[in-house]
Structures are given as structure tokens and as C-alpha cells.
């Protein structure tokens, strides 16, 4: 191709962040090219940079970050010494952003419609009447439940899942030359994630956009990208096409990354005949309002095991946990701890019951509050379960730290914003500790950190459980997670339990067929997968599976 193909051109490009007083290289010297219609896949562990030169890319760095030399050119536009009128004029309209967290990234107090046809309309590309209608046919292609209405609902009326794929269709609304799209399937599950990934590939080839596709998904990354680059600590590891990337990487840290998941927790024995569950859900059925969300479900989780539950994105496994948790009461059935009824409300639950049932949530950075020290979040529930104040309490919080792996002088005072993916996931599984529970719910807690951190996570919870005799809730729609560390699956589907057994079992044909369909969706380490899954499913081109033709 020739250069007037190419969109973007980054050269020798170097970023700084603050931390206390001085400045720290974050980026040193970053290069590439991207041209018009393809789409580069960065990639490398947690604090690589990856998600810092894709903003960079834009012309954009976040608070606390600066560009110290190189050049980023936009279609022949510097956009480091861009005024900030050129910037205005493209961002948002020429170049548009996927936030890995959509749940963060959303203004709580608009409608999705109306966020959505803020920049349309901003920009002049269509008047508020047809973006809206535009924002409904894209709603349908990344394949959104009742596409005319679900735009006006505000963000938290709409599930995780839901909302990262109404992020997607927001950036597509002014049909832009470059997307960066930053882990945008993280909170979807196996069988959303092909639709909206096949929808993005469609996207991207429709309108010979250009996208730099930011993951910590290698199967992901294989059905995306044209061109692969390795980032490690801020340097450029390695980069070329895809299929050469992953036939033959050529340094040892990349082929460190094709290697992880090795962590496989062997099959626990069955419990004891008679043994009384840890917890028992019983016939429990329940309701948002008027729509009944679970449907007589029923499963047990036993001491010192791990119970995975999988389903696509609105089946009822969330809604479980809050029943579980007693934030939603059932209208029928009943949730046991160790044999004695759990009052549904957690309001009428004593001290002991709700220490008894702790959860570590999906978004660390959603979860934790950012004007609270490290120590203050964990120090939180010291105080309220264990009555501990002062030197005791901040004693207790560093035995926690040490727990999890983190040192307690380094990080007990820190804020949040200072910590990577990974501290911060870990700070949340001390919070759920400090109360000393014998339950946890895990909800998707590896689904948004890269595979060598998640693996981490993986091990230090087997490693908690066998410690402390700790039964696990795993909420994940990675499959590669329930494989290492489950002991029991159950899956559900439109709030019931299609299927649950021992781990073994659940992985060995035959299979319920939402089962089968889960784990035929799981992406593989091949560049032709998704299109040949596509082709097997009857898809005639990529985009007719957005709209619910798989």
C-alpha cells in the first residue's frame, strides 16, 4: 500500500506519569504505522502501556500523564501540537474511543440514547431524529434485547454486558476513521462476544476503518488483528502480522504469554453422603418488580469447594447472588447456611449471618472508593465484624496484606488510582477477607485483568481456600476459568439451571446443547476461527450474525 493508506503514523514515541514529585517512564519510544481498514492488536500484561499508547494515538493522555517527545500524526494532523478546537473537531467524530469499563464511562444520569446522539449531533453528522434511528440499527447489530426502547433506559437499568455493547454502537455513531477499542469484550460472555466481535470486524471492513484493538485476550486478539504488537514495561517487545505472530513469535517473553493458563486445580472428591452444604439454594424463584428473573432454581455449594456458574449475559447469575447475598429477598424458596434458613432480606440477617457471605466484585475499579486509602477500605470491615480499632485494626489490615500477597508498608496507605488492575483486584479480596467469612462470591473477577495477572488471582484464591477452608461462588463466562479452578459447574440460561454437575462431567460429550453452545464459543488460538465457527453456523458473512441469525 502506499502512504497515502496509512492514517496514523506514531514515531519514537516517549510518555511520563507522575508518581509523588518525579516523572517515570511509562512508554519508551513506541513506533508504528496503521492504515486505513486494519486493525492493530496491542497486547502484554497489566502496566504494559498498552492502554496509555492507545490514547496516545488519539493525541490524548490521562491526568498525571505526559507526552515528552515523538510524533503522532492523524491523517497528516500533529495531534500532539494540535489546537484544542482541530482536537474537538476530530475526537469524538473522526476518532472514537471503546472504554474497557463502560459501567464507569457512562453519565449516570442521561439515557443511553441521549449520550449516544450527543456527538452526531455536535459534530453535524445527523440530526437528533436520525441518530437516534441510527443508534436502534446499531443497537440490533451488536444484537442489544429490544433495540427501538433499550436506549432509554439510564445505564444502570441495563446489565455489564449490555452496556459495553452500547458503548460500541456510541462510537460508531459517527461512523469514524479510527476506533480504539480497549478490552471491549471483557464483560461479555463466550456467545455475546463472537456476535459483537463479529459485528466490530464488519464495522471496521464495511467502512475501511482503521482500529487498534487493545486486549489481554490472545484467542481474541488472533480474530481481530491484522498486525500483533508485544508490550512489555512500557517497550516495544516485538511486532508483525498475525499469523507469523502466532505461528512464531521470536521472544521468550511472548512465547511466555502464548504458555499462560497452565494453573489446573485437580478434581476434588465428591462430599461426604449426608455432608450439609456450606450454602443451599432451594426452589428459589425471583423477581425485578413484575418479571420474574429465576426460575425455581436449585444448586448446593459444599465446604472447601468451588462452585462455577455459567451463563450468557442476563441469565440469572448475578441475580443468584443477590439472593444469595440477600440484597434481593426470593418470592419463593429459600437460601440455607449450613442447614438453617437465611432470612431473604439482608436487613434481617444478624452480625454473624452477614458475615458469613462476602463478595469480591467485577470492577476493582468501580468497587473500591477512590478517596479512601487501602487502608481504609480494608480497615472498614475489620471494624464493623471484628470490633477492632487503632493499632489493632491497622495491624489486622497489614495480616491481610500479607495475605494477598501485597506489602503492607507499600501499599497501606496508597489510594486507589496507584495501584494496577491486578493490586487493586487483590484489595478487593482482602475486603471480603476482613470479615472472615466462610463464603465468597467471586463475580467475574478475572474477566477484566490480563492472563498472567488473572492466572495470579486463580492461584492466590486455590491458595486462600486451601488455607482457610474458604467455599467459592465463581460468576465467570471463561470457560478457561472454570476449567482451573472449579469443582462443580452449574449452568444457567433465561434464569434456570439448564445443567450442573462435577467439573469432569461437565466438560465430557454429551452436553446439554446451551452447554454444547457455550463451549463451542470459546475462542481459539487461530486467525480463521471465528470465521470458519461463522460459516458453521450458517452465517453467510460476518455481519448477518449480528443480528441474531447464529
Partial sequence: MADRDILVKVRNLYLEGRSDETWIPIINGASFDLRRGEVLGLIGESGAGKSTLGLAAMGFTRDGVRITSGKVLFDGVDLINASAAVKRELLGRRIAYVAQSAAASFNPAHKLIDQHTEAPVQHRVSSRIDSERDAMELYEKLRLP??????????????GGQLQRAMTAMAMSCRPDLIIFDEPTTALDV?????????????????????IYITHDLAVVAQMADRIKVMLKGDEVEESDTRTMLASPTQDYTKSLWAVRSFQRPQKPPPPAGAVPVVSVKNVTAAYGRVKVLHDITFDIHAGRTVAVVGESGSGKSTAARVITGLLPPLEGVVEFEGEPMPGDYRKRTKMQLRQAQMIYQMADTALNPRKTIGEIIGRPVEFYMGLKGQEKRERVKELLREIELEPDQFIDRLPSELSGGQKQRVGIARALAAEPKFIICDEVTSALDQLVAEGILRLLAKLQDELGLSYMFITHDLATVRSIADEVVVMKDGRVVEQGPKTEMFRPPHHPYTDLLLSSVPEMDPDWLTNLLAERGVDNIGDAAVGNM
Avoid at 455475546?192 to 467502512?207: K, N, P
Fill in 191 to 211: 456467545t455475546t462476544q463472537i456476535e459483537v466481535l463479529a459485528s466490530i470486524r464488519d464495522i471496521v471492513s464495511q467502512f475501511d476503518t482503521a482500529a
Fill in 146 to 159: 429490544d433495540p427501538e426502547h433499550i436506549g432509554f433506559r439510564y445505564p444502570h437499568q441495563v446489565s
